[in-house]
């Protein structure tokens, strides 16, 4: 059931005894309907491009493998889960074109289609962080060091993926009435969230690319010829630029369509058209740019990648940041010590002074 689906039975009675079976047509359709109780399309899916959609996104899932093991990014691993996801989504539209009565195949196709343009998204964050690392003089875009961006925009990217999933699953779990209409709103705040989040991080590219145009580029040791021998950072900078511009144009249809209201007089979700051209078509455009322009092909090094500790070094940097915590403590309650001590004897000094002088006197 696709989320539009779900929001058209909000227009039922909340019972479920009160839609209607309908007689399914050639390979299981039912037209979609405000009583259809076995509508599970909001059209009637067609074979053929399912089936091209999933060879072209199946060929970028074989091509970015393949520059993965290339290249060496073992971070590449996020952008083949985007690419393997629209695969499958349309494996499953295919499939589910052909055997339209089976409502896994629609829940399974809509979750996956909604959902792997995510993956991509957070494929251009790890990037940027990365260029960051290898290009930026100060490793630093607006105080923000590149380990922290790219904790935080993953963990943006996650957030936003979690409330699209939740609406995606409260939309395929059939839910009537408000739950129903929640269903639609919560999947556009969490695509809305991934906008926002776009717009922070367009600021930080565009910090970086000032920064990085501005003054020429040295490397750890201020040797500006070692820099020299890196590639030109602009290319990749503007994929990721093209990368998030087709995300946005596919988050702006998304929103279009389910602001547009949930009845049948919605031309948008009527259409499987307006998705192949304004969801399909830019993820595909992305993944071809990420394949031309891999960062594999600029990020080059291991000054490149951020350090990638052992479980063994992980524990003895641990052990050891937990043992400098304890000198610390123990250094400053030593100085602590030190200072009452000699506070101590300065009094008993000046004491003893005042009694001499007092002696004095009485002498």
Sequence with gaps: MSLTQAAT?????????????VEPGPNGHVPPSETACNSYYNFNPQFAPAV??????????????????????????????G????????VLHSLGSRDQQNEGYSTSWTLLFLLAPLWINA???????????YWHPENGVAGLRSVVIARFFVF??????????V????????LHGKLGLAAVYVYMAGVGLQQFFILVFLGLMIAFQRRCSREPLYDDDGDSDAAADKPSWRPLLYGLYAVLVF??????????????????DNPIPLHEEYAYALDCFPMMAALLILAVLHPGRYLRGPESEFVRLSRKEKKARKREKKEARKAEKEARKADREARRQAGREKRSAE???????????LA
Excluded at 123 to 133: E, G, H, I
Excluded at 249 to 259: D, N, P
Excluded at 351 to 361: F, H
């Design 247 to 264: 995300i946005t144009i596919r988050i702006i249809f998304r929103l279009i369509e389910y602001s547009s209201g949930f009845g049948l």
């Design 52 to 81: 091209a959609v999933a060879v072209i996104f199946g060929i970028f899932t074989g091509i970015h493998v393949v520059e993965a093991f290339v290249f060496k990014k073992r971070y590449a691993w996020v952008l083949i889960m």
């Design 83 to 90: 690419a393997l996801w629209e695969t499958l989504a349309f």
């Design 351 to 361: 004491q003893r002074a005042t009694d001499e002088a007092n002696s004095s006197l």
């Design 123 to 133: 494929f251009v964050y790890m990037t940027f962080a990365r260029m960051v690392l």
């Design 167 to 174: 609406g995606g699953f409260m939309a395929t779990a059939q």
């Design 156 to 165: 943006a990217d996650i957030l936003s993926f979690v409330v699209q999933l």
């Design 9 to 21: 039975r909000l227009l039922r009675r909340d019972d479920d005894e009160d839609c209607v079976w």
